[in-house]
């Protein structure tokens, strides 16, 4: 999903939580950032593979891919990293609005892949990566 639709609908979904439960401008914030940023890892994966610190770049790389293409580890999207973060939530209850934040990012992103067909796309979980073959990523 592309980030302008990830900011508008985690807009929408930041707002409608300030309203329902009362949250605090701060907290919405976070939760519309969280939904947003969490895309950064799309980002490092092209630093750390191709070199290349070009934003731009990195964005129309990405956007260019084809549909069946191998499967990418993006770190912040990961189950493990999903719950450091809700574990964090225990020592600061504002990691538990980013842990909202990259949920809903999540949610979105894989109802985008489901809906285009692009199962494989993305590796959910670190330690899978870790113990597969790397020959069956990107």
């Given amino acids: 999903m592309l980030p302008k639709a990830h900011f508008i609908l985690g807009f929408i979904f930041s707002l409608s939580l300030y309203f329902i439960f009362n949250l605090t401008p701060f907290e919405a914030c976070l939760i519309l950032l ?3 940023f969490i895309d950064v890892d799309h980002y490092l994966f092209i630093v750390k593979r191709k070199k290349n610190w070009n934003l731009k770049k990195a964005y129309y790389w990405h956007k260019g891919l084809p549909k069946d293409h191998k499967t990418m580890m993006h770190i912040f999207h990961t189950i493990e990293f999903t719950i450091l973060i809700l574990i964090l939530s225990y020592f600061w209850n504002g990691f538990f ?3 909202l934040g990259m949920l809903f990012h999540s949610g979105l992103d894989l109802i985008d892949l489901f809906y285009y067909s692009k199962y494989g796309a993305r590796e959910f979980s ?3 990566y870790v113990l597969r073959s790397k020959d069956k990523y990107f």
């Fill in 34 to 36: 969280a939904s947003v």
């Fill in 126 to 128: 670190l330690i899978r």
């Fill in 97 to 99: 609005f980013i842990f």
